[in-house]
């Protein structure tokens, strides 16, 4: 370790699970002005477990709330992982219009794109919560909402 600055400073820290029970290491540390010395860096067990990864089959949808300036063609894109595909998203502010393909820019709700991203076709006040619903083929179920800003 190289302290490039007199008076400079620097943090050791352990990772992840590196050790069991106590460990030593000795960092050697070359000050500004050449100087070499040793020091010891003790590592201990904790008590605490490390958290566990989710279940990959469990689905997980980031962010789980969106907060946004809710304009007409704002696009909130999300990602949705784990689960079983398909995946199927719906809103509670759907497009409102005629039962064949909607219009390229429809004009009222929202738009479901590629299963991650939800268009607003309208514009929404501050303080409008959209909200979403996510299932997987085996019907695992997840949701997120969109806060309007």
Known sequence: MIVPNSGGHFNA???GRVCSGSRDTVITITDATGRILNAKFTTKEGTV????P?????LVVTPPDARIACV???????????GTSPLTVATDH??????????????????VLND??????Q??????????????AKSKTISAT???Q
């Open 146 to 148: 969109i806060t309007c």
């Open 54 to 58: 989710p279940d990959p089959n469990d």
């Open 13 to 15: 820290v352990a990772l």
């Open 94 to 111: 759907p497009y409102v219009g005629p039962p064949v393909i909607p219009p390229a820019l429809p004009s009222n709700g929202t738009t």
């Open 72 to 82: 007409a063609g704002a696009v909130v894109v999300f990602t949705i992982s784990g």
């Open 123 to 136: 514009p929404y006040p501050s303080g409008e919560v959209i909200h979403l619903a996510i299932a997987d």
């Open 49 to 52: 477990e490390p958290p566990k």
């Open 116 to 121: 991650s991203a939800i268009r607003l076709n």
